[in-house]
């Protein structure tokens, strides 16, 4: 009769640490291993996705290149304290992306520099969506970007693009797609468009008035839009994964996090769950949206305003993100792990990092 040997509960649990942690290296290794030697240029790099995207390209191995239009926006202290963590590691370069010469001059020398250019990542957004400064960046700077990049034979193009544009009604829609359609109307180098639904910071932006008694805002009923939302993190490794995966290459990609539909409500009770207050609701009707824009677009119309022209289309993009859902239900439309819980869970322990864009009635840091 064979006698089965039997080991120690506690050896054989540390021989199956040793079996995962040997494995998480070796696939760490590969990965960087595979990025090794190759140089990513990231535009936009100061943005709220842009900083996540050059720490992520840094972590992965490649030689990341970050432009940016100014570099005391990242080397004074408040920009360290804002910027840091996620550029060390990646060569700052200053340049103008809006300025089609200087940016091809940039781009011939980080060519020269490095050999060669294996991945570009656009995550250039106009900081208001109104359109003079939506064609100006999200259409003319990246087409610039794309333009640069085909001038010194880069290989691949990634374009943080947006989950909305599928119902463009917005101008800083209009002026995505614009682009969208230059970037497959090109042979010269292969791409991936990246839409995702929404980041978790956009949808934590009442924490701050949440954590000091105020009620969460939804229009309607709380009920009328649904998402799913995908991590910052998360959402900069898949962009960096598109420089190689040729499952991705010339595609448009839907791409939304692993929760289920999320309506306003459900996120104001998962917000209230995780600072530990009793739920507290302020439900604004959605026809106040029509009537704030309805008027500033008479005026504008009447006076021939630019200025309230601005302010009727900010409008438009509030009530748009108030009646439109950002959800993707398709799994092959789903990337990641965290979870909007985890989310809140996180920054009801740490607290929310401040971002001038992302971030309702908080204040900033203060300089020094």
Not at 5 to 32: D, G, K, N
Not at 89 to 109: N, S
Not at 264 to 276: P, R
Not at 313 to 337: C, H, N, Q, W
């Amino acid at each position: 009769m064979t006698r089965t040997r039997q080991f120690p509960a506690f050896i054989v649990a540390a021989a199956v640490a040793m079996v995962l942690a040997t494995t998480t290296t070796v696939e760490c290794f590969s990965m960087h291993m595979s990025a090794a030697g190759k140089t990513a240029v990231v535009a936009g790099a100061t943005g709220y996705i842009g900083k996540w995207v050059v720490q992520e390209a840094n972590r992965q191995g490649y030689n990341t290149i970050a432009l940016v239009r100014d570099k005391s926006k990242v080397e004074s202290k408040q920009g360290q304290a804002q910027f840091g963590k996620y550029f060390e590691g990646a060569e700052v370069v200053e340049c103008d992306v809006c300025d089609p010469e200087q940016l091809t001059k940039t781009m011939k020398e980080i060519a020269e520099k490095n050999g060669s250019v294996d991945g570009l990542i656009s995550c250039l957004a106009s900081r208001s969506g109104i359109k003079k400064d939506a064609f100006a960046i999200d259409y003319q700077a990246t087409k610039n970007f794309l333009d640069a990049g085909i001038e010194v034979k880069a290989k691949h193009f990634v374009l943080l693009s947006a989950f909305c544009v599928k119902n463009p009604w917005l101008q800083f829609q209009k002026a995505k797609l614009k682009f969208e359609a230059e970037l497959q109307n090109q042979n010269e180098l292969s791409w991936t468009s990246c839409r995702p639904t929404a980041f978790m910071k956009s949808l934590s932006g009442q924490y701050d008035v949440i954590i000091q008694g105020a009620p969460f805002v939804m229009f309607g009923d709380g009920e009328v839009t649904r998402c799913n939302p995908i991590a910052e993190s998360e959402l900069a490794q898949y962009l960096v994964d598109s420089i190689t995966d040729e499952s991705r290459k010339n595609k448009i990609i839907n791409l939304g996090g692993p929760d289920e539909p999320l309506t306003m409500k459900k996120q104001g009770e998962m917000l209230f769950k995780a600072v530990g207050k009793e739920p507290k609701f302020f439900y604004a009707p959605l026809w106040l949206f029509d009537v704030i824009i309805d008027s500033l677009q008479w005026v504008a119309d009447t006076f021939q305003s630019e200025k309230f022209e601005n302010a009727a289309e900010l409008g438009r993009i509030g009530k748009y993100y108030a009646v439109e859902d950002m959800l993707t239900t398709d799994p092959s439309e789903k990337f990641g792990k965290i979870t909007l819980q985890d989310h809140y869970n996180r920054i009801a322990v740490e607290g929310q990092e401040y971002d001038p864009y992302t971030t309702m009635f908080a204040k900033a840091p203060a300089s020094e």
